[in-house]
């Protein structure tokens, strides 16, 4: 008998919660990257104002509740099914993990340097570094989408 | 000239990050681990089982990043700021993690 586990009475409400704010993360780091893009050309300025608190509005919670939904992945999932049926799969789990916690700050941070470039239009050493943080964020958050998407489909989370 | 205190802190606090969350995980450190089957939080440079350091290593490197735009923030003010090379610092140590872990995971292959 497996003692309760934090969330696991809702696992598999609080997955979809996890996946719809999944996408609205993932799409909205890539707005944020594609209007920084926009930025070095002087363009998208009220695109990126707008995804410059949208994205860590979005990408911060979809965290918050990976996090929280890990004990239950961890007991139900990979120590029941992962670790003696699929190891590479619980291993590319938790590269997923981490390359979450990256690309989490990298979005934080483009939004932050976003404030600042709007804040001085005409300083435009700031656009290659908003540009860059924010690509490879945005780059870092699809990998995760698509890693976590078959990470699911091999074994949900709420599933026997 | 860019406002060249909080940028350095923005941009030390990533590379702080980085560098803070390679070395929890690398080194394996001790750091805070949860055990969920007992609910029990304990501090461990070594799980087993269930037990998990994520939010240990989570931990020890926000702490990383606060310690880092600190330290950044409080450098001399006179000091330029290369802001491009500055983000490409803090990309580079990035790129490590992301090389670790994932030689890490071919590794387990």
């Given at each position: 008998m497996i003692a309760a586990v934090l969330l696991e009475r809702h696992a598999r409400a609080l997955l979809l919660v996890h996946a719809v704010l999944g996408f609205a993360a993932v799409f909205s780091a890539t707005h944020l990257a594609a209007y920084a893009l926009l930025a070095l050309r002087g363009k998208g300025a009220s695109g990126l104002r707008r995804f410059s608190w949208i994205a860590p509005l979005l990408v911060a919670p979809q965290f918050?509740?990976?996090?929280?939904?890990?004990?239950?992945?961890?007991?139900?999932?990979?120590?029941?099914?992962?670790?003696?049926?699929?190891?590479?799969?619980?291993?590319?789990?938790?590269?997923?993990?981490?390359?979450?916690?990256?690309?989490?700050?990298?979005?934080?941070?483009?939004?932050?340097l976003s404030r600042f470039t709007l804040r001085e239009p005409n300083d435009t050493g700031l656009r290659p570094a908003l540009a860059a943080l924010s690509c490879s964020g945005a780059v870092l958050l699809w990998a995760v989408a698509l890693l976590g998407l078959y990470v699911t489909a091999r074994h949900p989370l709420g599933s026997p | 000239?860019?406002?060249?205190?909080?940028?350095?802190?923005?941009?030390?606090?990533?590379?702080?990050?980085?560098?803070?969350?390679?070395?929890?995980?690398?080194?394996?450190?001790?750091?805070?681990?949860?055990?969920?089957?007992?609910?029990?939080?304990?501090?461990?440079?070594?799980?087993?089982?269930?037990?998990?350091?994520?939010?240990?290593?989570?931990?020890?490197?926000?702490?990383?990043?606060?310690?880092?735009?600190?330290?950044?923030?409080?450098?001399?003010?006179?000091?330029?700021?290369?802001?491009?090379?500055?983000?490409?610092?803090?990309?580079?140590?990035?790129a490590l993690d992301v090389a670790y872990f994932l030689s890490r995971l071919l590794a387990s292959s």
């Open positions: 918050a509740l990976g996090l929280a939904l890990y004990p239950a992945y961890r007991v139900h999932v990979r120590a029941a099914d992962f670790d003696r049926n699929a190891p590479f799969v619980a291993q590319l789990f938790d590269f997923k993990e981490h390359l979450a916690f990256l690309g989490l700050i990298l979005v934080l941070g483009a939004a932050l | 000239m860019s406002p060249a205190r909080p940028l350095r802190a923005i941009f030390g606090g990533l590379a702080g990050f980085a560098a803070g969350y390679l070395l929890a995980g690398g080194l394996k450190l001790p750091v805070v681990a949860y055990d969920p089957l007992a609910r029990r939080v304990f501090w461990s440079a070594q799980v087993t089982g269930t037990q998990m350091r994520y939010y240990g290593d989570l931990l020890t490197a926000l702490l990383a990043a606060l310690a880092c735009a600190l330290f950044a923030w409080l450098w001399p003010r006179r000091a330029r700021l290369d802001a491009t090379l500055a983000a490409g610092a803090a990309l580079a140590l990035v």
